[in-house]
Antibody, heavy 123, light 113 residues
Framework: QLQLQESGPGLLKPSQTLSLTCTVS??????????WGWIRQPPGKGLEWIGA???????YDNPSLKSRVTVSVDTSKNQFSLEVISVTAADTGVYYC???????????????WGQGTLVTVSS | DIVMTQSPDSLDVSLGERATIHCKTS????????????LAWYQQRPKQPPKLLIY???TRVSGVPDRFSGSGSGTDFTLTISSLQAEDVAVYYC?????????FGGGTKVEIK
């Protein structure tokens, strides 16, 4: 049974770098059918797709985050990670790691989600 | 980006009654083949991560009760809960996967009347 578990600091100051890791268990991150990604949810608000990575290292980032985001993968540890530089209070929210179904025709739906981790940016 | 607009923002429904949630996309997410309607629905119960309910606009995920159904095409889609149960209290989101960036609707909160 697939499990995704986020880990990382929960409190940051403005201008710092947000770094989160997602550990995948119950499935190999090397599956050809999936990207592995991040979605965030500001308190009391909706969902925003941040970015995703394939096991080969190929990535897609949401342009709305203006190149502040890096998503990477470590296949030897069955993990993938998120970095967001120069954080502000607007980056506060619950960050979910997710599995994204994918094939040669495109990206599809998010079929598995971690429990989420709250990241707060405050001085 | 494709903008997703859900309505209503919230919905109070009696147990056993029907709940209907609408999702409108700013451009068509189902050109050509009717079967390729690039829209998914998620359920987020309180204090839980979202859970995929439906993809291709009307295909239920295995294990999702058949009281949940999806319909629509083009730019207008609907999620229907035919007979609301207590465990269906949640926020429901639509998501398009026709183009990147993948985008979500703002959510519809369903509560018991």
């Amino acid at each position: 049974q697939l499990q995704l578990q986020e880990s990382g600091p929960g409190l940051l100051k403005p201008s710092q770098t947000l770094s989160l890791t997602c550990t995948v268990s119950g499935s190999s991150i090397r599956s050809s059918s999936y990207y592995w990604g991040w979605i965030r949810q500001p308190p009391g608000k909706g969902l925003e797709w941040i970015g995703a990575v394939y096991y080969s290292g190929s990535t897609y980032d949401n342009p709305s985050l203006k190149s502040r985001v890096t998503v990477s993968v470590d296949t030897s540890k069955n993990q993938f990670s998120l970095e967001v530089i120069s954080v502000t209070a607007a980056d506060t929210g619950v960050y979910y790691c997710v599995r994204l179904y994918h094939d040669s025709a495109g990206y599809y739906w998010f079929d598995s989600w971690g429990q989420g981790t709250l990241v707060t940016v405050s001085s | 980006d494709i903008v997703m607009t859900q309505s209503p923002d919230s919905l109070d429904v009696s147990l056993g009654e029907r709940a209907t949630i609408h999702c409108k996309t700013s451009q068509s997410v189902s050109p050509g083949s009717y079967s390729r309607r690039h829209l998914a629905w998620y359920q987020q119960r309180p204090k839980q991560p979202p859970k995929l309910l439906i993809y291709w606009a009307s295909t239920r995920v295995s294990g999702v009760p058949d009281r949940f159904s999806g319909s629509g095409s083009g730019t207008d889609f609907t999620l229907t809960i035919s007979s609301l149960q207590a465990e269906d209290v949640a926020v429901y989101y639509c998501q398009q996967y026709y183009t990147t960036p993948l985008t979500f609707g703002g959510g519809t909160k369903v509560e018991i009347k």
